[in-house]
């Protein structure tokens, strides 16, 4: 069968979350569709009046920590100049049904690198590295520093499309008193999974994508009835992580990296696994570019809350990255019912990722 003439239209539930479901429609691809234009990259590697750029630091707020060092940073931390959250006390209340919860937290900008518009994956391995070490270290210093930060959440936009307001490449942490639904979801279920299976559902799907191919025999005359192969989510693997294309993938070129072996909390990762970690990134990331060139994208790390009331979620909970390029805008289906609607097979997807041919890429 020609997998081009194959149109899919079918409700794929998404196996951590059963409440998150995603339409496959591929016939939706065919028609107009009112797609997100490629962010035309801003490749300049220092721009005058940019904030984020050398020389004006003066510009934003205090460095609140730098890479390698301060007066030759590759990598520096302000706060946010207009942030989400911040520590001033505002007390909560309840009007009625109506309920608020003190918007107390810290929201800041990791100025990624001082080239203003350097892409993920054209950073030195060396450098990402030190960009994921950097995520880690403050990540630390904010759940030590205050008790009620329940979970500090990394993340990077990119493009306008993706909520990116300054096209100097940054990312940003926003630390937060209650444990986002997303990552609760996330927790929970794979908690109730751990109950009954007595696994990590993410290992689970780990060792599934890993199982490249079955063969099923036919039982009288030993041919082979049927083949299937459930490996064609693998994008890319390296020593200790996984690229994954999410069966039920939200987005058209969503990609979700784990780390092979069980590890429930980022802060976990040892030196050799960030390393790593920059490899996998950086080769992922290339060949989405090298198949939507240009795609605008979030990424965000999933890790474990530090929620002192889950004492199994060491054993069920795995920590990744999401990686999800923006291709398109939801429409009010979308929002009103929830379901998210991907119009390219995730199957074909992964098999254009997976094409790609990468030239070799110098640390
Ligand atoms: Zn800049
Ligand atoms: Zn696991
Ligand atoms: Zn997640």
Redesign the pocket.
Known sequence: MDKQQQVLREIRINPIVPSESVVVATARSLRPRKKEEPAPRDTRK??DS????KGNEDKTPPTVAAWPNEAQWEIRIVENLYPVLDDTEQPGFTLGLQQAISGYGRHEVIIDHSN??IAIHDMPETHLSMLFHAYQERMRQLYAMDPRLKYVLAFKNFGPAAGGSI??THSQLIAMPVIPENVHAEVFYSREFYRKHHQCIFCSLVDEALTFEVTIYDRDSGEIRRRISVGQYVIEKSRHFIAIKPFASRFEWEIHILPLQHQADFLSAGADKIEDLAGILRRTMARLEAVVSGAQYNYFLHSLPHDPDCAECEASYHWHLEICPRTSIPSGFELGSGFFVNSVSPEDAAEKLRAVKLERMQE
């Open positions: 220092h721009v940019c904030p984020f750029c203003h518009g096209p100097h």
